[in-house]
């Protein structure tokens, strides 16, 4: 796991909370092939972060408590996700796939892996 912790200063934004904390993550998840956002003392984003370990992917971690801007990047996740639950969050390739229900329903119905081999996080 490749933990991102000083990348956080350097897109402070400059407008609403909401509209740049959602900019902030797009940008962000667009950076890597896989990444997650986590809390540190988050039993299910554990979870998460092994079982992409466990598949071989170097996912790259936002532990949001680590974060000065963690109430805004929760509500603007809560936002993205439509859920009361903001973490964990995942993106591949880019694009979101969910939270926790929605990666493990991808791996157990098989389409998980296929996600990861076109963004390129997996080779295998």
């Known amino acids: 796991m ?3 912790t000083e990348s956080w200063n350097s ?4 407008k609403s909370p909401t509209t740049d904390s959602l900019q902030l993550i797009q940008r962000l ?5 896989v990444v997650i956002f986590s809390k540190s003392t988050c039993c299910m984003c554990h979870a998460i972060k092994r079982l992409f370990s466990g598949m071989g992917v170097n996912a790259t ?3 949001l408590d680590e974060d000065p801007r963690e109430k805004e990047m929760e509500k603007a996740l809560i936002r993205l996700l439509g859920s009361s639950s903001a973490v964990p969050v995942v993106f591949i390739g880019g694009k979101l ?10 791996h157990i ?3 998980l892996v296929p996600l990861l081999k076109e963004a390129g ?3 295998l």
Not at 29 to 33: F, G, M, P, Q
């Open 121 to 123: 996080a997996i080779w």
């Open 29 to 33: 998840a667009a950076e890597n092939a």
């Open 97 to 106: 796939v969910g939270a926790m229900d929605r990666v493990m329903a991808s």
């Open 2 to 4: 490749h933990y991102q």
């Open 109 to 111: 119905n098989g389409t």
């Open 61 to 63: 971690v936002y532990e």
């Open 11 to 14: 897109y402070l934004p400059t």
